[in-house]
T-cell receptor, first 114, second 112 residues
Framework: AQSVSQHNHHVILSEAASLELGCNYS??????LFWYVQYPGQHLQLLLK??????LVKGIKGFEAEFIKSKFSFNLRKPSVQWSDTAEYFC????????????FGPGTRLSVLP | EAQVTQNPRYLITVTGKKLTVTCSQN?????MSWYRQDPGLGLRQIYY???????DKGDVPEGYKVSRKEKRNFPLILESPSPNQTSLYFC???????????FGQGTRLTVV
C-alpha cells in the first residue's frame, strides 16, 4: 500500500526565514506528486504538482518542490516566508491511475511569526 | 465561478440519526470523492466515483454510503452515525485520474 510521510508536525519560523518541508512516499511505480495548502478554516488548495519532466517544479506564491526519485522524496521549499504563509501543508501522492485515489500525508502545520 | 459546494458546513447530530451531506460541482468533472480529515492523520479517502453510477470504496468506507445519479452531485450518506465519525469532511472533484483535485469548503460533523 502507498503511504506518505511528512517529516515535521509543526514548524515555527520568523518572517523572511527559508522554509523546507519534507515529504517521502512509499511506492515503487510511477507517481504523481502534489502539495496542497490549507489556510485556517479553509479548504485545500493546490500549491504545485509534479507529473514528469523537470524534477524542480514551481508553484504559486513563490513555492517550489524538488522530486528526487532515488530518495522517494518531494520536498517543498520557499526562500522567504511571510506571515500569510501560516497554514497546514499536505503532501499527496496519486499512484493509481484509477479514480483519483490520492494518498495524503499527515500534514505539517507552519506558523510564521511576524 | 468554478467550485465544489458542500452542505451543510457544520452539523451536530445524535448517534443513529441518518444524515446526508451534499456535494455538487459545476466543472463537469468526471471524478468525485469524499475524504475525512482527522488531526495527525491527514486526509483519508472514504469513497470515490469515476462517473455516473460508478462508485468504489476508498481507504475508510465503513459506515458510509454514496451515490452518483448525476454527474454534478455526489452525496455522502451516514445511515447510522456514531461518535467515531466526528470529523471534518471534504468533497473533491477532478477532470482526470491523475490531475489535481478541487476541494469543497468542508463539513464539520459532530456526532454525540
Amino acid at each position: 500500500a502507498q503511504s506518505v510521510s511528512q517529516h515535521n508536525h509543526h514548524v515555527i519560523l520568523s518572517e523572511a526565514a527559508s522554509l523546507e518541508l519534507g515529504c517521502n512516499y512509499s511506492y515503487g511505480g510511477t507517481v504523481n506528486l502534489f502539495w496542497y495548502v490549507q489556510y485556517p478554516g479553509q479548504h485545500l488548495q493546490l500549491l504545485l504538482k509534479y507529473f514528469s519532466g523537470d524534477p524542480l517544479v514551481k508553484g504559486i506564491k513563490g513555492f517550489e518542490a524538488e522530486f528526487i526519485k532515488s530518495k522517494f522524496s518531494f520536498n517543498l521549499r520557499k526562500p522567504s516566508v511571510q506571515w500569510s504563509d501560516t497554514a497546514e501543508y499536505f503532501c499527496a501522492v496519486n499512484a493509481d491511475n484509477y479514480g483519483q485515489n490520492f494518498v495524503f500525508g499527515p500534514g505539517t502545520r507552519l506558523s510564521v511569526l511576524p | 465561478e468554478a467550485q465544489v459546494t458542500q452542505n451543510p458546513r457544520y452539523l451536530i447530530t445524535v448517534t443513529g440519526k441518518k444524515l446526508t451531506v451534499t456535494c455538487s460541482q459545476n466543472m463537469n468533472h468526471e471524478y468525485m470523492s469524499w475524504y475525512r480529515q482527522d488531526p495527525g492523520l491527514g486526509l483519508r479517502q472514504i469513497y470515490y466515483s469515476m462517473n455516473v453510477e460508478v462508485t468504489d470504496k476508498g481507504d475508510v468506507p465503513e459506515g458510509y454510503k454514496v451515490s452518483r445519479k448525476e454527474k454534478r452531485n455526489f452525496p455522502l450518506i451516514l445511515e447510522s452515525p456514531s461518535p467515531n465519525q466526528t470529523s471534518l469532511y471534504f468533497c473533491a472533484s477532478g477532470a482526470h485520474t491523475v490531475d489535481e483535485a478541487f476541494f469543497g469548503q468542508g463539513t464539520r460533523l459532530t456526532v454525540v
